[in-house]
């Protein structure tokens, strides 16, 4: 069954775009240069303003892929900055695991309520055992 704009935003879960934010910055850039272009035509502005922004998104992550996966393996032998990469990459799979609950709560209910159950004080200190019994404190 195909999804029609006649179906509504709910029938779009997750939103319009996996990269509607990349397009939304190329956008927003767009429209900035073509509105104050300076010293260029407003389509120069715009289409200079688009690349540019295309341009300082996208390279960075490449460079940091191409230049950085040689040390990124040398780090994997040293122990103590393995463990903190590993407790980096546990942070940020909670992180995206929030997020997809939070996403899912409000895209299969029509209403949401408000209150959320305070965090648990065990979970806390479990955290803190855990860091401790790794640097060697008490």
């Known amino acids: 069954m195909a999804v029609t704009d006649r179906d509504g935003p709910r029938a ?3 939103g319009e775009h996996p990269r509607t934010a990349d397009h939304g910055v190329q956008f927003v ?6 509105r104050d272009p300076g010293v260029l035509t407003p389509w120069a502005g715009a289409l200079l303003g688009a690349l540019l922004t295309t341009w300082v998104t996208f390279v960075p992550c490449f460079l940091f892929i191409l230049l950085g996966a040689p040390y990124v393996e040398r780090l994997r032998h040293n122990a103590a900055i393995s463990a903190a990469l590993t407790d980096i990459t546990a942070a940020v799979v ?5 997020l997809a609950l939070y996403f899912a709560e409000h895209t299969l209910f029509s209403t949401v309520s408000a209150e959320r159950p305070a965090p648990s004080p065990c979970s806390s200190r479990c955290c803190t055992r855990s860091i ?6 008490p």
């Open 12 to 14: 779009r879960p997750g």
């Open 132 to 137: 401790w019994s790794r640097s060697g404190s």
């Open 29 to 34: 850039a767009f429209l900035g240069a073509y």
């Open 94 to 98: 909670g992180v995206i695991a929030n």
